[in-house]
């Protein structure tokens, strides 16, 4: 049983196209996350969604658009994709405390986005 | 504002060595610290963490990190690596509702 999985995990696609990842966790949490991981390994938040609420929305261009239809899932829909919008995503869930992240987080394989 | 430095890009080492991946934070509330790790074309799996108590933390698969107040660190060790233990480490900090990452370290073991 796969605690967080996220489909698809490769994406090739075209510029200004449209395109969505998916993401689900049975591990019961209550709070899931995005991240995108750059060529450099880098990883930065892109959003966080705690009960279905969204909690955190860093600096991230509104083509983005997360939605999360329950507890268990996020997705991530993407508009008018760009060449620099290539990366890896990460879907990620955990248990939050009292707000703060003492739990780990745990992660789903990744989707390697490449946009030509 | 809660930040994670990571001082070494990549360590290479033989293998059996003993290793150390460095990290200092900058943190003005209380600290709670995670070392990740991410194998090649994986997502990021918990090492160990450090909440409160004991400042020498075990994690898997045979690495530890010591919490250090007094030099805002938290460097994770291992005493002998395995060519298997190849792999970019991670260190983060929690920061109210998310965990901030430093910019990662590649472990090469070399044979």
């Known amino acids: 049983d796969t605690a967080v999985s996220q489909t698809p995990k490769y994406l090739v696609t075209q510029m200004g196209n449209d395109k969505s990842i998916k993401c689900e966790q049975n591990?019961?949490?209550?709070?899931m996350y995005w991240y995108k991981q750059d060529s450099k390994k880098f990883l930065k938040i892109m959003f966080s969604?705690?009960?279905?609420?969204?909690?955190i929305n860093e600096t991230v261009p509104n083509r983005f658009s997360p939605k999360s239809p329950d507890k268990a899932h996020l997705n991530l829909h993407i508009n008018s994709l760009e060449l620099g919008d290539s990366a890896v995503y990460f879907c990620?869930?955990?248990?939050?405390?009292?707000?703060?992240?003492?739990?780990?987080?745990?992660f789903g394989p990744g989707t390697r986005l490449t946009v030509l | 504002a809660q930040s994670v430095t990571q001082l070494d890009s990549q360590v290479p080492v033989f293998e059996e060595a003993p290793v150390e991946l460095r990290c200092n934070y900058s943190?003005?509330?209380?600290?709670?610290l995670f070392w990740y790790v991410q194998y090649p074309n994986q997502g990021l799996q918990l090492l160990l963490k450090?909440?409160?108590?004991?400042?020498l933390v075990k994690g898997i698969n045979g690495f530890e990190a010591e919490f250090n107040k007094s030099q805002t660190s938290f460097h994770l060790r291992k005493p002998s690596v395995h060519i298997s233990d190849t792999a970019e480490y991670f260190c983060?900090?929690?920061?109210?509702?998310?965990?901030?990452f430093g910019t990662g370290t590649l472990l090469a073991v070399q044979p």
């Open positions: 983060a900090v929690s920061a109210a509702n998310k965990l901030i």
């Open positions: 450090y909440l409160s108590g004991s400042t």
């Open positions: 990620a869930s955990s248990q939050v405390i009292s707000g703060y992240a003492y739990n780990e987080q745990f």
């Open positions: 943190s003005s509330v209380s600290v709670y």
């Open positions: 969604y705690n009960n279905k609420e969204l909690i």
């Open positions: 591990l019961g949490h209550d709070t």
